[in-house]
Nanobody, 115 residues
Framework: QVQLVESGGGLVQPGGSLRLSCAAS????????MGWYRQAPGKQRELVAI???????NYADSAKGRFTISRDKGKNTVDLRMNKLKPEDTAVYYC?????????WGQGTQVTVSS
């Protein structure tokens, strides 16, 4: 019954921006972190950004300075603001919620950066 629904993906030109949102529904106990991962064609899934329950953030080197992760505990959402997008950012982006016991994943949203 726990669901993570991503939104905000789409086609954007290089240098453009997108904001991804992830809405969590259902009962999730003991959340320790929420994050965004991505998987590009021919590549393994990788961590893009993560924010812990206390607000600490961590970013992949490729995302530092361009992406910003944030959360709204009241709305139970986590967003990823992406700026200065590059073709290399093209991937399916997945929302992740980490608990002490189990991880939850969304279905992913496609981000395509192309002219």
């Amino acid at each position: 019954q726990v669901q993570l629904v991503e939104s905000g993906g789409g086609l954007v030109q290089p240098g453009g921006s997108l904001r991804l949102s992830c809405a969590a529904s259902g009962i999730i106990f003991s959340i320790s972190a929420m994050g965004w991962y991505r998987q590009a064609p021919g590549k393994q899934r990788e961590l893009v950004a993560i924010i812990t329950i206390d607000g600490t953030t961590n970013y992949a080197d490729s995302a530092k300075g361009r992406f910003t992760i944030s959360r709204d505990k009241g709305k139970n959402t986590v967003d990823l603001r992406m700026n200065k997008l590059k073709p290399e950012d093209t991937a399916v982006y997945y929302c992740n919620v980490e608990t002490w016991k189990v991880d939850y994943w969304g279905q992913g949203t496609q981000v395509t950066v192309s002219s």
